[in-house]
């Protein structure tokens, strides 16, 4: 168990609605991720972050944005939510060069 | 571009028997290779990894071979199990863990009784 949480774990919400994702972990590790898992795509990466403040980009950031004020927390929002942003999404974080998820946070955007 | 490929979508093995995954990969700047294995409704869970300096690595039931000529990795899993039936995702490195890993799109395995 790799002390990672996420909330929601379910949310369902409108197009053009913010909606915000946390990843929580209980240790301090210094490297968090987000990803998100679609059909056929495997899972993609987001945005990661690796130490407070410090944020970089993914393969699909686009719509997406991070945050990280403290170590333990990693957000992701997305600012004005479209269709296209209906996905599972998962966080990590890095311990001894391998990445541990979260249980995932199921999004809807009707 | 898909840069890892997993080119069977499924899979299925009678139980006790060997189960073979297989994982594809063009960019020969990877260097560290890792297996997940995910339930639904779950997180993935890391099973085995490999770095590029060594061709085989084993834990228990689990063997991950790496042949850096034909950019081609696979998981053994012996004897299969039941509890094996899960979707398997191969994912890959440049940097060992720290850096973005680029995954391949799953394959579904299914273990028969």
């Known amino acids: 168990d790799a002390g990672i949480t996420q909330s929601p774990r379910h949310k369902v919400t409108e197009t053009g609605t913010p909606v915000t994702l946390r990843c929580h972990q209980t240790e301090n590790h210094r490297y968090m991720y987000w990803y998100r898992q679609d059909p056929g795509h495997g899972l993609r990466l987001i945005h990661y972050?690796?130490?407070?403040?410090?944020?970089d980009k993914g393969e699909v950031s686009d719509g997406y944005s991070v945050s990280r004020s403290k170590t333990e927390d990693f957000l992701l929002t997305l600012e004005s939510a479209t269709s296209s942003q209906t996905s599972v999404y998962f966080c990590?974080?890095?311990?001894?060069?391998?990445?541990?998820f979260g249980p995932g946070t199921r999004l809807t955007v009707l | 571009d898909q840069q890892v490929k997993q080119n069977s979508p499924s899979l299925s093995v009678q139980e006790g028997r060997i189960s073979i995954l297989n994982c594809d990969y063009t960019?020969?700047?990877?260097?560290?290779f890792l297996w997940y294995k995910k339930y639904p409704a779950e997180g993935p869970t890391f099973l085995i990894s490999?770095?590029?300096?060594?061709d085989k690595n084993e834990d228990g039931r689990f063997t991950v071979f790496l042949n850096k000529s034909a950019k081609h990795l696979s998981l053994h899993i012996v004897p299969s199990q039941p509890g094996d039936s899960a979707v398997y995702f191969c994912?890959?490195?440049?940097?060992?863990?720290?850096?973005?890993?680029?995954f391949g799109t799953g394959t579904r395995l299914t273990i028969i009784p």
């Open positions: 994912a890959a490195s440049g940097n060992f863990g720290n850096e973005k890993l680029t």
């Open positions: 960019n020969s700047m990877f260097d560290y």
């Open positions: 990590a974080i890095s311990v001894a060069d391998t990445q541990y």
């Open positions: 972050s690796y130490g407070v403040k410090d944020t």
């Open positions: 490999i770095s590029s300096i060594k």
